[in-house]
């Protein structure tokens, strides 16, 4: 299909779906993260991006129309809104990825220091163009803005992990070592950040009402 | 003039991010002091010390530390503003992930002097190493009892939460991350005059209180030390005080983040970070790409200060100090800005939606080698048209280092046009770094509607 014809589907909007429809798909320690969650703001709305990070990770690393619909169902506001909210940040996928995301910088920093010669040399490596993921479902090469650390300039970002100084020999290192690893890099990242709002004491009582 | 280390100082001592070192080597004696002062005394150290916002705008920062209403009859909130996003800077991050204890005592004193009931450390959802040293730090606090019921015996309350955004450069911008803090999309609100100000109503309506990271750190050394003794570092410079950490990045040999009084000279500043890399000195950014650039001729008697800076045409913004050799290609360099404001507008206004767009497209077809020699103009007005009429600080980012890219290196953009190609195009080390011919973002979110939609409609892919 012709690329631009197929990105046009990608990001049509997706209908709604009725409450009654959906499958609730949280677990209960999901639920629970989210009531520590909620705790922590004066009203429920506020709790909707930590809400969002935790639909991320119970969704498989997807947004899809029916985990936008869970997380409105369960803050009690309208799918439209949550659906603005999503759509608004880039960190939350609206589509399905590859289990680990390869996110390279090409900031002004790293563009300086060479980073669009590794995006070449990555969409070579993996047979792949930029946003898009490999056929075994493994890699997705995205451009990303700013990460931030450009003193360790070429920077990229896979899930919660950051590779610094990156050159060709350390990207062929870092694609040997994903392609024998178990890990979903973009749910991990979801349950990091999920991990980090919650303090040692919300912890602490999810995993007494587990017991 | 050497490196002034102040809240660097232990950073490099293994382990400081836990609890125990940071309180061998005086940490959390600054909350110590200051729960014994009376509250208003706490803001007037700060006062004392002129310390101003180190985010970018430089505003005073007891102006809004006093500015919270005295009573408690609404609740009261203190926000560390730690969405580092402007390219080139790296400073919250190295402070969150080496000394995040001496940002939470900043923060809790800010608390005490504000009566605040909680307190939201809003971090970048990317900085997640970060971020967990934040978290375990805060945990380690609570432990301590310097957070939670009843501090020190002082009868204050006081609870901390961190906030992780999502990739939104916009966020970083106050009202809009408060909008964001709130669970809404991180678009700016009205700003003072036309609506309260934060100190009054700011986060759910409330007193709020938002701050830099580097702002907030500061403020246990100022209670430590006093305000008198802050006020003495960087006294040669006019209105700036204390110290300043810059992200120096780019061609130097050894980029990193270096901590220096005020009034140190920018080429100082690139001596401490090993000198300019591989070839000639170019041009300097000294504040973070949203701030114009300074030529190299320019650059040899600057001096690192709010007012100084301002002097030269540029500013200190979140110093994130980003080097250029000569073997740069400054019309690429607009194009990269450009491009990144371009994908950050959060399209709420459309001086900044549409002006930063157009602008991107105007470099585009001058990298291609379609520039008209006209476009150099439009590029200006353009900048004319965002600057000062966008809805946040956002706009004026945008517009404010391609024109000063035009100004300083107009005879580049001229050359581009006529040969159309850069003026270093047969430089191999330019080419190591130039983004790949026929390059095009592949979001879908960003062009397409202006033409990509009626190309691919056309079926011409």
């Known amino acids: 299909m012709d690329r631009n014809v197929e990105l046009i589907r990608i990001t049509e909007r997706p209908k709604p779906p009725r409450p009654e429809e959906i499958p609730l798909r949280f677990s209960e320690t999901a639920v629970q993260e989210l009531d520590a969650l909620v705790s922590h703001y004066p009203d429920k709305k506020s709790a909707l991006l930590p809400a969002l990070w935790l639909a991320q990770r119970e969704y498989g690393g997807v947004l899809t129309p029916e985990a936008i619909a869970e997380v409105a169902l369960r803050l009690e506001r309208s799918y439209a809104e ?40 990555l969409e070579e490596k993996l047979g ?28 990229m970002q896979v899930g919660d992990v950051y590779c610094r100084k990156m050159s060709v020999e350390k990207m062929d290192a870092l694609i040997d070592q994903l392609r024998g690893s178990d890990e979903h890099s973009v749910t991990r990242l979801a349950d990091a950040i999920v991990n980090i709002q919650l303090s040692a004491a919300d912890k602490a009582r999810i995993a007494s009402e587990h017991e | 003039m050497a490196e002034y280390k102040l809240l660097t100082q232990h950073i490099d001592v293994p382990d400081f991010y836990q609890m125990q070192v940071y309180e061998s080597l005086g940490g959390y004696l600054g909350l110590k002091k200051a729960v014994e002062m009376e509250r208003q005394e706490v803001i007037d ?64 004193i800010a608390g005490y002097a504000t009566l605040a009931k909680a307190g939201y450390i809003y971090i970048r959802g990317e900085y997640v190493e970060c971020a967990q040293r934040v978290r375990h730090a805060i945990d380690q606090a609570y432990e301590a009892g310097y957070l939670g ?76 030390n006093g305000g008198e003794w802050y006020a ?43 000198g300019v890399s591989g070839g000639a000195l170019k041009a300097i950014i000294p504040g973070g790409s949203s701030m114009p650039i300074l030529p190299a001729d320019q650059c040899q008697d600057a001096i690192l200060g709010y007012e100084e800076l301002m ?43 549409e002006g930063t767009r157009w602008m991107v497209q105007i470099l585009e077809r001058i990298l291609q080698g379609k520039g008209r020699p006209e476009d150099i103009e439009l590029l200006l007005e353009v900048c004319d048209q965002i600057d000062g009429r966008s809805f946040c600080a956002l706009g004026d980012a945008a517009a404010w280092p391609v024109r000063g890219m035009i100004k300083q290196f107009r005879n580049e953009f001229e050359y581009f046009i006529e040969h159309g190609k850069s003026i270093v195009a047969d430089r191999p080390e ?32």
């Not at chain 2, 300043?244 to 690139?270: A, D, Q, R, W």
């Open chain 1, 82 to 121: 949550v659906e603005g909210v999503a759509t608004f940040y880039t960190m939350y996928n609206k589509q399905q990825m590859g289990k680990f995301m390869l996110e390279v910088c090409t900031n002004l920093s790293c563009m300086l220091c060479g980073s669009y010669r590794l995006l070449e040399y």
């Open chain 2, 311 to 353: 002097e030269k045409g540029t500013m200190v913004g979140s110093g994130g100090c980003m080097v250029l050799n000569e073997h740069s290609c400054i019309v690429t360099f607009a194009w990269r800005t450009a491009e990144f404001y371009a994908h950050e507008s959060c399209g709420k206004c459309t001086p900044c939606r």
């Open chain 2, 430 to 461: 330019w080419q190591r770094m130039a983004p790949p011919k026929h390059y095009e973002r592949y979001n879908p979110m960003r062009y397409d509607y202006t033409y990509g939609i009626e190309r691919a409609l056309a079926g011409k892919g």
């Open chain 1, 128 to 155: 792949i163009r930029l946003g898009e993921t490999t056929p075994d479902g493994l890699f997705t090469l995205t451009e990303v803005e700013c990460l931030n650390n450009c003193g360790d300039a070429p920077v």
């Open chain 2, 149 to 224: 019921k009843n501090i020190l015996g002082k009868g204050f309350d006081y609870d901390l939460y961190v906030h992780m955004g999502a990739g939104s450069y916009e966020c970083g911008e106050e009202s809009a991350l408060m909008s964001s803090l709130m669970g809404e999309r991180g678009q700016p609100r009205l700003k003072f005059p036309h609506a309260p100000l934060p100190t009054i109503a700011g986060v759910w309506n409330c007193p709020t209180l938002i701050n830099n990271c580097e702002t907030l750190s500061v403020a246990p050394h100022v209670i430590n």
């Open chain 2, 232 to 274: 003495q570092i960087g006294a040669s410079t006019k209105n700036s005080r204390g110290t300043k950490l810059f992200s120096v990045s780019g061609h130097v040999n050894k980029p990193g983040n270096y901590e220096i009084e005020f009034g140190t000279s920018l080429m100082e500043l690139i001596e401490l970070a090993g």
């Open chain 2, 45 to 108: 150290e700060i006062k004392k010390s002129g310390l101003r916002g180190r985010g970018g705008a430089g505003f005073p920062a007891w102006i809004k530390w006093n500015g919270i209403p005295k009573d408690t009859s609404k609740p009261h909130y203190v926000i560390c503003n730690s969405d580092e996003g402007e390219p080139g800077t790296f400073k919250d991050w190295e402070l969150m992930h080496k000394a995040p204890h001496q940002l939470v005592e900043g923060m809790i």
